[in-house]
């Protein structure tokens, strides 16, 4: 184990594992090319799901620490099944931390998915360092971008900001959308907006298709309980009363209906590309 720049670089014993649970008909596998996520102490992080997870976080506080797993290229190389198969990237944290640029383990995946590439790859990240991979994700055969993006307003009152601007994260799904490959606007978790019609024309300049997902019902809980244990719902409410409630997604899933027809994924069926009809 040594430290790079930030991250510290371990080998692990495997990096592509079978999906269950929510992801179950997502993809066929996830792969997390880090453990930890940098981006943990932003506004994302406050609700972030893995957090909850004490087998990864062994008792840290989210957003302290990133592990990169070193042989992770490698290791896909041998795991790539013969058969078809899908890859979402990633679930437990984000491909592309601000260390990526020195750690390079994304990149090396990527570079390996060239030579063995899944029949799809669903890229999914709230960092708009994903533009910078363009060219390495248009030579897999069929690639899926989720850039989330949970509101149109910067600030929450008593909670940090995002890591990337709204702007910076709508100007990557431009720049990768212009290239040709798919994006997706991720509205996960939902939080309450401010002008849900300005928002939705703002991000059709970047996105074909929207996706999104309440933390009721998306965090892993069936209730949304691991979530309730968090600051969001309290700070969710006092900006938009109702918006903590399941009620508030369906309202903004009509409206994203006017904006983008037939392209309006719900909770899982939006992560695996089925939409609204
Ligand atoms: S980027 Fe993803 S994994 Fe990282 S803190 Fe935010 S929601 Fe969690």
């Not at 198969?85 to 437990?92: G, N, Q």
């Not at 799809?120 to 030579?139: E, G, K, N, P, R």
């Not at 300005?198 to 069936?222: C, K, N, P, Y």
């Amino acid at each position: 184990m040594r430290y790079y720049e930030g991250v510290i670089l371990v080998e692990t014993r495997s990096i592509l594992t079978r999906c269950s649970g929510y992801l179950r008909t997502v993809a066929s596998h996830s792969l997390n090319p880090y453990i930890g996520c940098s981006l943990g102490r932003s506004l994302c992080g406050v609700g972030c799901y893995v957090q909850h997870n004490r087998f990864l976080t062994k008792g840290r506080p989210w957003g302290s620490f990133l592990e990169g797993k070193v042989n992770a290229a490698w290791l896909y190389l041998r795991e790539a099944p013969r058969v078809p198969f899908s890859v979402f990237m990633s679930s437990a944290t984000d491909p592309f931390p601000p260390q990526e640029k020195t750690a390079g383990i994304t990149r090396a995946i990527l570079q390996a998915m060239a030579i063995k590439p899944p029949q799809c790859l669903i890229v999914q990240t709230h960092s708009a360092m994903v533009a910078d991979f363009v060219d390495l994700l248009l030579a897999l055969p069929s690639v899926r971008v989720h850039i989330s993006i949970e509101s149109d307003r910067e600030n929450f009152p008593g909670l940090p900001r995002p890591a990337y601007s709204i702007e910076r994260r709508i100007e990557a799904g431009r720049v990768l959308r212009k290239a040709g490959l798919e994006t997706v606007a991720c509205l996960s978790p939902l939080l309450p907006l401010e002008d849900g019609p300005g928002f939705m024309e703002r991000l059709q300049t970047g996105f074909g298709a929207i996706i999104v997902d309440h933390f009721v019902g998306g965090d892993g809980s069936a209730t949304g309980s691991r979530t309730q244990a968090t600051r969001l719902p309290e700070v969710m409410e006092s900006v938009r009363q109702g918006s903590a409630c399941l009620d508030y997604r369906d309202q903004v899933v009509e409206l994203a209906r006017g904006y983008f027809p037939g392209r309006v994924g719900v909770g899982p069926d939006g992560f695996a590309g089925r939409y609204l009809k």
